[in-house]
C-alpha cells in the first residue's frame, strides 16, 4: 500500500505490547514506547499520555490532511491483530489500510487494506501481499457484517509455513510458502506494523467512479487492542532464531489449517469472495502465476 495523498485518520488504539516471542511474557506498553506518527501529528492528539488510547484527529475538509502511525520495532513471523470500527457513511474514496511493510524497492508487505463505499453499500475488504517487490495477489472480499457498527478483529498470522487472513477468527485467505518451486515468499525482511486513512477516490470505489465526498468529512475509523504477538527483528541475523521451532508460531498447529478452519475459509470464499486475481485469466493473459496451480489451503 502506497499512501501518496492521504485524507484523515482517527484512530484509537489500546496497545497491549510489543514482545519477543523468545519469551511468553506479554509486556503492557505505552503508545510512546511503541509507535509514533510518521506523518500529520500536527492533526493528532494523544489521550491519557498514550497509556489508554490515541486518537488522530483531521480539522481540514481538503484532501492534503491526514496523519498515519507505525511501530518503532520491526517484527519477522507471528500474530498481529487489531480491532477496527471503520468509517461509517459515505466513505466513498476513502481507503483505511492496517498493513506491515519492510522499505525499499524489494519490500515485502502483507495487506489488509479496507475500501470505502457509498452509503448503503458494502465495504471490501482487499487483501494483498509481496515478496521482494512483487505483489499483483490480490484478493477481495464483502465482509458478512456491518463492519462499522461495531469493533471486529483482524489478525495476520505469519510464519515460514504461510499467511494468513483471519477476521473475526475466521481465515479468509491463506497463502502459502513455495519459495522451493521459485514463489516468491516473504521471509527474510523485518516488517513494521501501520495504520492510516487515506485518499485513493482514484481507484478505491468503483474502480474510482465515485469520488469522495468533502462536505463528510472529517472521515474517522477507530482502531483498539493493538497486539502483536510476533518474534522482533534485530537484522539478519534474527532470520535464525525467529525461524526456530521453539517459537509458538510456529508448531504443527499454525502451519496448516484444521479441518474446521478450512470449511470457514470455504464458506468465506464461495459466498462473500467478489475477486481472486488467480480467477482473472485475461488480466495476465492466460499466463497465470505459478502458485494459483497449488494448494493453498
Excluded at 499512501?3 to 485518520?9: C, V
Excluded at 509514533?36 to 494523544?46: D, E, K, L, Q, T
Excluded at 458478512?144 to 483482524?154: A, K, M, R, S
Excluded at 499454525?254 to 459466498?271: E, F, H, I, P, T
Aim: charged share 20%.
Amino acid at each position: 500500500m502506497r499512501n501518496s495523498q492521504a485524507i484523515f485518520l482517527a484512530v484509537f488504539l489500546f496497545f497491549i505490547g510489543f514482545d519477543n516471542q523468545l519469551s511468553v511474557v506479554v509486556v503492557e506498553a505505552n503508545f510512546w514506547d511503541t509507535t509514533y506518527f510518521n506523518w500529520g501529528a500536527h492533526h493528532s492528539s494523544v489521550y491519557n499520555n498514550g497509556d489508554d488510547k490515541l486518537q488522530l484527529t483531521n480539522v481540514y475538509l481538503c484532501c492534503f490532511a491526514g496523519s498515519g502511525i507505525e511501530s518503532k520495532k520491526q517484527f519477522l513471523f507471528g500474530s498481529i491483530e487489531m480491532q477496527i470500527k471503520l468509517v461509517p457513511g459515505n466513505s466513498a474514496g476513502t481507503v483505511t489500510a492496517y498493513y506491515l511493510s519492510s522499505k525499499g524497492d524489494k519490500h515485502d508487505e502483507i495487506d489488509f487494506e479496507f475500501l470505502g463505499n457509498v452509503s448503503g453499500k458494502p465495504y471490501i475488504i482487499h487483501t494483498n501481499v509481496f515478496a521482494q517487490g512483487v505483489g499483483n495477489k490480490e484478493q477481495q472480499f464483502y465482509p458478512w457484517f456491518d463492519p462499522t457498527t461495531g469493533f471486529h478483529n483482524y489478525t495476520v498470522h505469519w510464519n515460514p509455513s504461510q499467511i494468513v487472513w483471519f477476521v473475526d477468527g475466521i481465515p479468509i485467505r491463506a497463502f502459502r510458502n513455495y519459495e522451493y518451486l521459485g514463489i516468491k515468499y516473504p521471509n527474510r525482511q523485518g516488517m513494521k506494523a501501520y495504520s492510516s486513512l487515506w485518499n485513493a477516490d482514484n481507484w478505491a470505489t468503483r474502480g474510482g467512479l465515485d469520488k469522495i465526498d468533502w462536505n463528510k468529512s472529517p472521515f474517522s475509523a477507530k482502531l483498539r487492542k493493538f497486539t502483536p504477538r510476533a518474534c522482533t527483528w534485530f537484522g539478519q541475523g534474527s532470520i535464525g532464531y525467529c525461524s526456530s521451532k521453539a517459537n509458538w508460531y510456529i508448531s504443527f498447529a499454525y502451519s496448516n489449517l484444521n479441518y474446521a478452519q478450512k470449511g470457514q475459509m470455504k464458506w468465506v470464499r464461495d459466498k462473500y469472495m467478489i475477486y481472486d486475481y488467480c480467477k482473472d485469466t485475461k488480466r495476465f493473459n492466460w499466463n497465470m502465476p505459478r502458485e494459483c496451480s497449488l494448494q493453498q489451503f
